[in-house]
Each structure stands twice: as C-alpha cells, then as structure tokens.
C-alpha cells in the first residue's frame, strides 16, 4: 500500500511517517518500482505500537532505542523488556498523581454542592 493509505489506516501524517523513517523508528520500508514507499500489514502492527508508545508519553527517542534494539532480534529482548518496564513506573507514577489531581477536584465539587445546597435552604 502507499503512503497515503499507510496513513489513512494507521492516523499518521504522511510527514510524521517519513520523519519516523529518517530517524529510524520505521526501518527497511521497501519502494516500488517507481522508487514510491510501500507499506504492508507488519508495517501497520509496528507503527500501531510506535503509536500506542507514542500516547502513553514515551519520548521519541526512547521509541528509537526501542526500535534499534527490536532490529537486532530477539538477543535484545531483555533490553526491550527493561524499556518498557521503566516506561511502565513512569506511567504509573503519572496515574498515581493524576488520581489525586481527580480525587481532590472532585472533593472541591462536594465542597460547592454543599454550599449550593445551603445557600437554597437559607
């Protein structure tokens, strides 16, 4: 498939695909006849990973390390492991603060509803 569908299916820019493919986070892409990009099926399962990394906050050159190491083969898979590993502690340490962001807005609301309703009693 081409780089417009590539897009279309994955929610990508065609800039992002190519600037991910400069650095190397989308490796080996093969080319037509036409020297045009194509993309297949594992093109999609990779880039729908990078992505999914991408949305829980990985930064892009963790996502790199990550993509290096995958290209050297399964040697490498305990150096994957301990790269999402951190990321995961990194992730829960942000669900952890974000809950008490909720917890304590959420005690604000009861706050103003008890003031509401107090102030429709008087």
């Known amino acids: 498939m081409n780089i417009q569908r590539f897009s279309a299916l994955t929610g990508i820019s065609a800039h992002t695909i190519r600037y991910y493919e400069k650095i ?35 930064p892009l050159d963790a996502i790199k390390r990550y993509a290096d190491l995958r290209e050297k083969g399964d040697v490498t898979a305990q150096l994957r492991k301990q790269l999402l590993e951190e990321h995961v502690a990194v992730l829960e340490e942000k669900i952890e603060l974000e809950s008490l962001h909720l917890m304590k807005i959420k005690e604000k609301i009861i706050h103003y509803e008890e003031v509401i309703e107090s102030q429709l009693k008087a």
């Open 24 to 58: 190397g986070v989308l490796k080996h892409v093969t080319r037509n006849a036409s020297g045009h990009r194509s993309f297949n099926s594992k093109d999609i399962d990779w880039i729908s990973f990078v992505k999914r990394l991408k949305d829980m906050g990985m």
